[in-house]
């Protein structure tokens, strides 16, 4: 088992398994060669989701049989759920990447998707405080 999940780890790309939205959007969208799973609730889904995305939700995706011969593209709301399931999938042999910062909305209403770096905490070395951060510290003070 060790020396499996060593080559797992040592077999990781350069890119950590990830794409940008951009790059998804560029060189896959409306193509049909590959499966891509919208990992939100069916609610979520409902109210918004990439054109020929499959709804499964994270906790049923072992349900669901999945193709091992086509390429399998995740999202989530903003990249933890794709990065949790993208782990448990490729261990099991699939061909998957996530989309990095999925959707771009936090799962929670009224908690902004921000970093640390968007709310200014510190880091070394200290950089200047961007639009973001002074938007995110507006919305943190309603």
Known sequence: MDQYLSTYLH??????????????YKRYFGKKNYLLIDLRDKESYDKGHIQGAKNIFWLNILDEPLPKDKKIFLICYVGHTSSQVLVLLKLLGYDVTAIKYGYGISPVKGVPVAGWMDYGFPVTPRRRTTRRQKKVKLLDQK
């Open 11 to 24: 077999d990781t790309k350069d890119d950590w398994n990830y794409i940008t939205p951009v790059d998804f």
